[in-house]
């Protein structure tokens, strides 16, 4: 039905979360596993944190990049990259900062929570893609401040540019799929609504139920590496 539904559709906007990449390895925020030695990625993701101890959260990060580093892409990323050339007008929003739907061979993909490939100045302009291993406190080639990881922390804007795309394309959209997120975090967790108020199909993809599922027409329980497969052809 769901197969339908999305073979039918002349616009499809995905929209993924953490558990996309549960089945890489990669540890989902709010998991059980989630916890990265005392801390809540939660509390650690926040530029408050940042600011009043940079070391742990760089070395938050620079764990993370490592790990990452060595994840491959599931059978959940290959068939969303596969859905862009099955399907007429595709785009992918993922909140991940793994990289890993790239590496799949997404290109139709805006990353609106950043990327932990990226790194940014705090003090100049200075921002670059760098998967080198980095030092405890990156310092700026340009002005010798320090560096920070290039993701969207809690309270600051979007990626420029990210949310304009993607009201314009789920406004547009004849079906709007969430996939393995757990629809805590705004402005993605709304996204939703945007598309249902427009007329899209809404479809979730979840091991388990979230604060939207009840206003999706359609919800798949299961994980999204044996569940995307069977939708796409
Ligand atoms: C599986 C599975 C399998 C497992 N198969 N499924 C409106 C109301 C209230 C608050 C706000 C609001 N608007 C903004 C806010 C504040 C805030 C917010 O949302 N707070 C909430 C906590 C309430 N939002 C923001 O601050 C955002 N900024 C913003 O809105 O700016 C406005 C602004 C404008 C102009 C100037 C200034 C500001 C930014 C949010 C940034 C979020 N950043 C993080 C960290 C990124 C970097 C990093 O990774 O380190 O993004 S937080 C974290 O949560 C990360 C994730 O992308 C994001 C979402 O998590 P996700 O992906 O849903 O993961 P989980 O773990 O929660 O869920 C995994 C799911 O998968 C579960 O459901 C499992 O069941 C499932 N699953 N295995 C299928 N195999
Ligand atoms: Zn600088």
């Given at each position: 039905?769901?197969?339908?539904?999305?073979?039918?559709?002349?616009?499809?906007?995905?929209?993924?979360?953490?558990?996309v990449s549960a089945e890489s390895g990669v540890p989902t925020f709010r998991g059980k596993d989630g916890m990265w030695k005392k801390n809540?990625?939660?509390?650690?993701?926040?530029p408050d944190a940042f600011a009043a101890h940079p070391e742990l959260v760089w070395e938050f990060y620079n764990w993370r990049r490592e790990k990452m580093g060595q994840c491959e892409?599931?059978?959940?990323?290959?068939?969303?990259?596969?859905?862009?050339?099955?399907?007429?007008?595709?785009?992918?929003?993922?909140?991940?900062v793994d990289g890993l739907h790239a590496?799949?061979?997404?290109?139709?993909l805006m990353e609106?929570?950043?990327?932990?490939?990226?790194?940014?100045?705090?003090v100049?302009?200075?921002?670059?893609?760098?998967?080198?291993?980095?030092?405890?406190?990156?310092?700026?080639?340009?002005?010798?401040?320090?560096?920070?990881?290039?993701?969207?922390?809690?309270?600051?804007?979007?990626?420029p540019g990210v949310l304009k795309v993607a009201i314009d394309q789920i406004s547009k959209a004849d079906v709007f799929l969430s996939i393995g997120t757990s629809n805590l975090v705004q402005p993605a967790?709304?996204?939703?609504?945007?598309?249902?108020?427009?007329?899209?199909?809404?479809?979730?993809?979840?091991?388990?139920?979230?604060p939207?599922?009840?206003?999706m027409d359609f919800a798949l329980h299961g994980q999204a590496g044996d569940i995307l497969p069977e939708l796409v052809t």
């Open positions: 039905m769901v197969k339908a539904v999305l073979d039918g559709g002349r616009s499809v906007v995905a929209l993924t979360g953490a558990g809540r990625p939660e509390d650690l993701a926040r892409p599931n059978p959940a990323h290959v068939a969303l990259a596969r859905m862009e050339k099955t399907l007429p007008n595709f785009l992918l929003i993922t909140q991940n590496r799949a061979g997404s290109r139709k609106m929570h950043g990327s932990l490939w990226q790194v940014k100045c705090t100049c302009t200075h921002a670059r893609e760098d998967y080198s291993a980095l030092p405890a406190l990156p310092e700026c080639p340009v002005c010798g401040h320090l560096l920070r990881p290039g993701v969207v922390w809690f309270g600051e804007p979007l990626v967790a709304s996204f939703y609504q945007l598309a249902k108020d427009h007329g899209a199909v809404t479809v979730e993809v979840n091991l388990e139920p979230t939207n599922t009840g206003f």
